[in-house]
Nanobody, 121 residues
Framework: QVQLVESGGGLVQPGGSLRLSCATS????????MGWYRQAPGKQRELVAV????????HYADSVKGRFTISRDVAKNTVYLQMNSLKPEDTAVYYC??????????????WGQGTQVTVSS
């Protein structure tokens, strides 16, 4: 079983910055992808940014390109989301996701509990 714990959300003014962190724990063997998704009230969950570890490729939603940066600490199995130039439309609950294989060679697709990001003056 693999657990994800997010931190770093909060209230910030438009134009401000926040850094989200997501730490993994449990019986994981390898991670194939780690990423961030968000869900605003009344909307579907959407991809924000993802790293695929096999080829070390990065993918961002068009709405956050140039403002958000995803990064990963391999040794700590932790993924970060640096969010700059935040806009009110970035307000949402942000969820961390990780996919991979456990030490029992079972595929996993785990989600964190979510962290609220509110951009408002």
């Amino acid at each position: 079983q693999v657990q994800l714990v997010e931190s770093g959300g909060g209230l910030v003014q438009p134009g401000g910055s926040l850094r989200l962190s997501c730490a993994t724990s449990g019986t994981l063997f390898s991670i194939s992808a780690m990423g961030w998704y968000r869900q605003a009230p009344g909307k579907q969950r959407e991809l924000v940014a993802v790293i695929t570890t096999v080829d070390n490729r990065y993918h961002y939603a068009d709405s956050v390109k140039g403002r958000f940066t995803i990064s990963r600490d391999v040794a700590k199995n932790t993924v970060y989301l640096q969010m700059n130039s935040l806009k009110p439309e970035d307000t949402a609950v942000y969820y961390c996701n990780a996919k991979g294989i456990t030490i029992s060679r079972i595929n996993f697709d785990s989600w964190g509990q979510g962290t609220q990001v509110t951009v408002s003056s």
